[in-house]
């Protein structure tokens, strides 16, 4: 079974940035679409950014000009790097395939709080 594991949250202040990895157990990794979620207190896990297996992204407006979606097809990981980061930023950001019918379980997702 596929695993997903996320690293690279943390706390940081208002203006900064962190890099986010996400690493997957499969050796199709590079034919697979993937996006990344977050999932804030009290609300529901939110796309935040998609990259397809050609390379192409898109992101949620909330995050477009500040986070950038990446892949190294040959590590079988996928980045997320966050500029800019704002206090509503804050949440568990978990990375996933966009295709849901492949029903990866879901990791244990990478806790990213954005506070002075």
């Known amino acids: 079974q596929v695993q997903l594991v996320e690293s690279g949250g943390g706390l940081v202040q208002p203006g900064g940035s962190l890099r986010l990895s996400c690493a997957v157990s499969?050796?199709?990794?590079?034919?697979?679409?993937m996006d990344w979620y977050r999932q804030a207190p009290g609300k529901e896990r939110e796309l935040v950014a998609g990259?397809?297996?050609?390379?192409?992204?898109n992101y949620a407006d909330s995050v477009k000009g500040r986070f950038t979606i990446s892949r190294s097809n040959a590590k079988k990981t996928m980045y997320l790097q966050m500029s800019s980061l704002k206090p509503e930023d804050t949440a568990v950001y978990y990375c996933?395939?966009?295709?849901?019918?492949?029903?990866?379980?879901w990791g244990q997702g990478t806790q990213v709080t954005v506070s002075s």
């Open positions: 499969t050796s199709f990794f590079s034919a697979y679409a």
């Open positions: 996933n395939a966009h295709n849901p019918r492949l029903k990866w379980p």
């Open positions: 990259i397809t297996s050609g390379g192409s992204t």
